[in-house]
């Protein structure tokens, strides 16, 4: 009955690999966002998906497109990974009309 | 731009006493203000929202002020408790709309017996 999912927990790869991560939330929420979380603790938005509408942080490399197949479910996936992109990845979601964002239990990516 | 600063450095205090946290930002004017929690190994839980037009906001043990002439944001945790131990982090709206959040990095707290 967990609230916003990630799967997997942990994921070790190499450098150069394509993967993804998946997230879904059973909330019937309609916004939903991917973070970023650097060995610093910074957690920093890459970007938010509302009724197909997709907003991009800047700063966020093209290798990462998120992929949404239906509300509930916001996948990210990466290509040619890169050391720097190692950092834990959470998913959240929000209900429109309300501020607090719900956040997944984080994915752990460690690119070698 | 938009900076938020939480004193990095870790607050200890001793168990049934009140845990202050300061959230400062700067080259902004949000219309709210978030603070979560953040225990080792998991994401965010969202505590406390208080908006500009609100000075204090209090739900249980938590106490949160808000102050758009100093730009800062004060959270206040009384009778402390052990179970209160984790990095709470302050949180404000990006403009542009969708509702991105900004993050501080996040206070550490550790309340001791």
């Known amino acids: 009955d967990t609230a916003v999912s990630q799967t997997p927990k942990y994921l070790v790869t190499q450098m150069g690999n394509d993967k993804s991560i998946k997230c879904e939330q059973n909330l019937g929420h309609d916004t939903m966002y991917w973070y970023k979380q650097d060995s610093k603790k910074f957690l920093k938005i890459m970007f938010s998906?509302?009724?197909?509408?997709?907003?991009i942080n800047e700063t966020v490399p093209n290798r990462f497109s998120p992929k949404s197949p239906d509300k509930a479910h916001l996948n990210l996936h990466i290509n040619s990974l890169e050391l720097g992109d190692s950092a834990v990845y959470f998913c959240a979601s929000r209900f429109r009309g309300l501020d607090e964002q719900f956040f997944g239990p984080g994915t752990r990516l460690t690119v070698l | 731009s938009q900076k938020i600063e939480q004193n990095s450095e870790a607050l200890n205090i001793q168990e049934g006493k009140t845990a202050t946290l300061t959230c400062n930002y700067t080259n902004y004017s949000p219309a709210y203000l978030q603070w979560y929690r953040q225990d080792p190994g998991r994401g965010p839980v969202f505590l406390l929202l208080?908006?500009?037009?609100?000075k204090e906001k209090r739900k249980e043990r938590l106490k949160v002020t808000f102050d758009t002439t100093l730009k800062q944001s004060l959270f206040h945790i009384t009778a402390s408790q052990p179970a209160d131990s984790a990095t709470y982090l302050c949180a404000l709206p990006l403009t542009g709309g969708g509702n991105k959040l900004t993050f501080g990095t996040g206070t550490q707290l550790k309340v001791e017996l």
């Open positions: 208080i908006r500009e037009n609100e």
């Open positions: 998906y509302n009724n197909k509408e997709l907003i």
